[in-house]
């Protein structure tokens, strides 16, 4: 999978790329990332980018051109899957939608600064909109470090055990269960019995229960049919 990130503030992002399984994932070459900075395709010589909104209000606002200039140019290279504009004011990222981002060849993704991009820049080449959560971050850098995390470890072959992912949480609409290591007692406080049974078929069915009851308690909202993550709509 190649991903490239369109970004006002790259180096912001570079760090988590270099470690762990994002590493990983480039080194086996399962995936590639390409970092862009807005500024090298500004309008003017004193790398202009954005500039105050029509109709007043305070903030500036990413143009479309040096966007347009951007994504043209990685399009004339290649199509792509998805061009992912990270922002706010979006459907929330969730387990499915990493799922299926995990299963393509080439993303692009559009980070946000300041008050947005042009809309026109939305209607015209973005393909999906994720938020990450409920609250406002100073850009969408961060965000963006946030999905290829989520995805890149989906991708198959990055991670060790290709089972692990599958026993995360959400992945199949609970959270997971809890978990234990040695010593089996510490300051009076014992590991469940079960898990120490060596009664396999059991130790599941434990865990399922345990699934289910700390997802009602925790996150009832994933037991709801009608939880179904939302489409860009337009
Ligand atoms: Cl994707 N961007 C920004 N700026 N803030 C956010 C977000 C994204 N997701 C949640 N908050």
Same mark, same amino acid.
């Given at each position: 999978?190649?991903?490239?990130?369109?970004?006002?503030?790259?180096?912001?992002?570079?760090?988590?790329?270099?470690?762990?399984?994002?590493?990983?994932?480039?080194?086996?070459?399962?995936?590639?990332?390409?970092?862009?900075?807005?500024?090298?395709?500004?309008?003017?010589?004193?790398?202009?980018?954005?500039?105050?909104?029509?109709?007043?209000?305070?903030?500036?606002?990413?143009?479309?051109?040096?966007?347009?200039?951007?994504?043209?140019?990685?399009?004339?290279?290649?199509?792509?899957?998805?061009?992912?504009?990270?922002?706010?004011?979006?459907?929330?990222?969730?387990?499915?939608?990493?799922?299926? #981002? =995990? +299963?393509?060849?080439?993303? /692009?993704?559009?980070?946000? %600064?300041?008050?947005? *991009?042009?809309?026109?820049?939305?209607? $015209?080449?973005?393909?999906?909109?994720?938020?990450?959560?409920?609250?406002?971050?100073?850009?969408?850098?961060?965000?963006?470090?946030?999905?290829?995390?989520?995805?890149?470890?989906?991708?198959?072959?990055?991670?060790?055990?290709?089972?692990?992912?599958?026993?995360?949480?959400?992945?199949?609409?609970?959270?997971?269960?809890?978990?234990?290591?040695?010593?089996?007692?510490?300051?009076?406080?014992?590991?469940?019995?079960?898990? #120490? =049974? +060596?009664?396999?078929?059991? /130790?599941?069915?434990?865990? %399922?229960?345990?699934? *289910?009851?700390?997802?009602?308690?925790? $996150?009832?909202?994933?037991?709801?049919?009608?939880?179904?993550?939302?489409?860009?709509?337009?």
């Amino acid at each position: 999978m190649r991903i490239d990130i369109i970004s006002v503030a790259p180096e912001l992002i570079r760090s988590p790329f270099e470690h762990s399984i994002l590493k990983r994932a480039q080194t086996k070459g399962l995936a590639e990332i390409h970092f862009h900075n807005l500024r090298d395709y500004a309008v003017n010589s004193y790398g202009k980018i954005d500039d105050y909104q029509f109709g007043g209000g305070a903030g500036m606002v990413l143009m479309m051109e040096p966007i347009d200039k951007c994504i043209s140019q990685l399009m004339s290279d290649r199509s792509y899957d998805e061009i992912i504009y990270l922002t706010p004011d979006a459907p929330v990222l969730n387990q499915g939608i990493a799922n299926r #981002l =995990s +299963g393509f060849e080439n993303l /692009i993704l559009l980070t946000g %600064h300041y008050k947005g *991009v042009d809309q026109r820049v939305r209607d $015209r080449f973005v393909t999906l909109e994720i938020s990450i959560g409920d609250y406002v971050l100073s850009g969408g850098e961060l965000a963006a470090a946030v999905l290829c995390d989520a995805v890149v470890r989906l991708i198959p072959g990055v991670l060790g055990d290709e089972t692990s992912a599958l026993s995360d949480s959400f992945q199949d609409g609970l959270l997971a269960p809890p978990v234990y290591t040695r010593p089996a007692e510490y300051d009076g406080m014992k590991v469940p019995e079960i898990l #120490l =049974s +060596g009664n396999f078929p059991k /130790i599941e069915e434990w865990r %399922h229960e345990q699934s *289910v009851k700390r997802t009602l308690n925790l $996150r009832p909202d994933l037991l709801d049919e009608n939880a179904t993550p939302s489409k860009k709509d337009s």
